[in-house]
T-cell receptor, first 111, second 115 residues
Framework: NAGVTQTPKFQVLKTGQSMTLQCAQD?????MSWYRQDPGMGLRLIHY???????DQGEVPNGYNVSRSTTEDFPLRLLSAAPSQTSVYFC??????????FGEGSRLTVL | AQSVTQPDIHITVSEGASLELRCNYS??????LFWYVQSPGQGLQLLLK??????LVQGIKGFEAEFKRSQSSFNLRKPSVHWSDAAEYFC?????????????FGTGTRLTIIP
């Protein structure tokens, strides 16, 4: 009963490096989204997808890319990491836009 | 645009005491309202939701919330807290505008339970 699986759970990068945060769900949900959580700021939407082949920007999309080639997977790419991208990242999936199922998070530190 | 305010950053209550976490929203129409809970080191879990109808909604783990339109509030309550309720709680408001749905989270309230 996996639900939403995120990898890696922890990652340390140097400024300018690139990486991909992986997200997979096994609930056949159409909606998937990426949030970042920073102290005192709650969760902010980075990118989201309403189905395979469809993605759109959220509140804080700069510096991040996404793609949705399958229903199950929704990777988040950081092309050139910056210290401002140090955060905890959450992937979520849902059948509709509201009732989200979250992964356990990926803690990223950019030095 | 919608917004959510959780005025209490941190609340401490004794085990067995009652709990009320405050949430105020700003939105021009009737919103969809949610409470999520985040246990330490975990992702968020949906506690309860309000879409329409009865303004008092029941959720999981013995929580309830009441929608008060006149006060633009959706406060979370529990009659008697347990040590396992220690977590961070997020209120969220959902709005739909011409097919563009958006879920906005508050900044969260951290709940500490003392024996």
């Amino acid at each position: 009963n996996a639900g939403v699986t995120q990898t890696p759970k922890f990652q340390v990068l140097k400024t300018g490096q690139s990486m991909t945060l992986q997200c997979a769900q096994d609930m056949n949900h159409e909606y998937m989204s990426w949030y970042r959580q920073d102290p005192g700021m709650g969760l902010r939407l980075i990118h989201y997808s309403v189905g395979a082949g469809i993605t759109d920007q959220g509140e804080v999309p700069n510096g991040y890319n996404v793609s949705r080639s399958t229903t199950e997977d929704f990777p988040l790419r950081l092309l050139s990491a910056a210290p401002s991208q140090t955060s905890v990242y959450f992937c979520a999936s849902s059948q509709g836009p509201w009732e989200l199922f979250f992964g356990e998070g990926s803690r990223l530190t950019v030095l | 645009a919608q917004s959510v305010t959780q005025p209490d950053i941190h609340i401490t209550v004794s085990e067995g005491a009652s709990l009320e976490l405050r949430c105020n929203y700003s939105y021009g129409a009737t919103p969809y309202l949610f409470w999520y809970v985040q246990s330490p080191g975990q992702g968020l879990q949906l506690l309860l939701k309000y879409f329409s109808g009865d303004t008092l909604v029941q959720g999981i783990k013995g929580f309830e919330a009441e929608f008060k339109r006149s006060q633009s509030s959706f406060n979370l309550r529990k009659p008697s807290v347990h040590w396992s309720d220690a977590a961070e709680y997020f209120c969220a408001v959902g709005a739909s505008n011409f097919g563009n749905e958006k879920l906005t989270f508050g900044t969260g309230t951290r709940l500490t339970i003392i024996p």
